[in-house]
């Protein structure tokens, strides 16, 4: 249950963001913007929550150890979502068991959880709860500033089926016109056509569009494979961090405008 649930999708439609030319971004008619690790963050690392729940249950078992497990555990099962490949949409139950599966086999190295069902039951409706998830404190000020200078927004985001409720509860929904949601559309990021999904909703091109996101894979390359301008977000840490990306940063070094948090590429959207 950590923020993002990946599909597979259509891997024909990704462009190759090392192809584009040099940044040269004038200002917008809109913006997409990432979720998790973007405008939202967990409260705590998923290890140490996954320790506590374990914990209640009898397992014990160190929140660092978990939250490595998990990262590496994570990045293997996704794309088999739903069984495959060519899974489109996701439905709730199909998703659920996903991540139950995802648990199963991380507590199994340990020993596993006794009465893991009821472990899991608990776990699941927890991750659901936006006490969870914090907004970064510049979020909604950054948003503002865009909404006052007449950029449109929507949220790009590789989640589960619960993110558009969890935004709205959260408050950010009223900043956005539109939510597309990886397990909703069939399809995740990289992968250009979600990107193409959000330009078709909001109605603009690739060119008068920009997105900001903390994945210099999922944000970056699928963005700019996209023909839209991007924004990588490095606020530092594992959050967004994916194997591989070390050399994707090299190839796309000169090509990438970075900012260190949301107000920054307001400013780096805005010119200012």
Excluded at 30 to 47: C, I, K, N, Q, S
Excluded at 193 to 208: D, K, M, Q, S, V
Excluded at 229 to 237: C, K, T
Aim: glycine letters at 12%.
């Amino acid at each position: 249950m950590w923020a993002r649930m990946t599909l597979a999708g259509n891997r024909s439609s990704r462009g190759h963001a090392a192809e584009q030319g040099e940044l040269n971004m004038a200002r917008p008619k809109a913006v997409t913007l990432d979720a998790g690790g973007t405008l939202v963050h967990m409260e705590r690392p998923v290890g140490e929550i996954y320790a506590e729940f374990a914990a209640r249950f009898g397992c014990h078992t160190g929140p660092g150890e978990l939250e490595l497990r998990f990262r590496d555990l994570f990045f293997r099962l996704s794309g088999e979502v739903g069984g495959g490949p060519e899974t489109k949409q996701v439905t709730p139950d199909v998703e659920r068991a996903w991540w139950k599966e995802l648990v199963r086999i991380l507590f199994a190295e340990c020993g596993g959880v006794p009465d893991f069902d009821r472990f899991f039951d608990e776990l699941h409706s927890h991750f659901a709860s936006p006490d969870l998830w914090r907004i970064y404190p510049e979020a909604i000020q950054s948003m503002q500033l865009l909404r006052e200078a007449g950029i449109r927004m929507a949220i790009v985001s590789n989640w589960d089926t619960r993110l558009p409720q969890l935004l709205e509860r959260m408050g950010i929904t009223v900043y956005t016109e539109v939510v597309v949601v990886s397990s909703l559309e069939g399809i995740s990021k990289p992968d250009t056509g979600i990107f193409r999904i959000a330009l078709e909703r909001l109605g603009t091109r690739p060119e008068e569009t920009v997105h900001v996101g903390d994945s210099l894979r999922d944000d970056v390359w699928g963005a700019m494979g996209a023909g839209m301008d991007s924004v990588w977000l490095r606020r530092g840490g594992l959050e967004g961090k994916r194997p591989g990306d070390t050399e994707l940063e090299k190839k796309l070094a000169a090509k990438v405008r970075a900012a260190p948090d949301l107000t920054a590429a307001a400013g780096i959207i805005l010119g200012s």
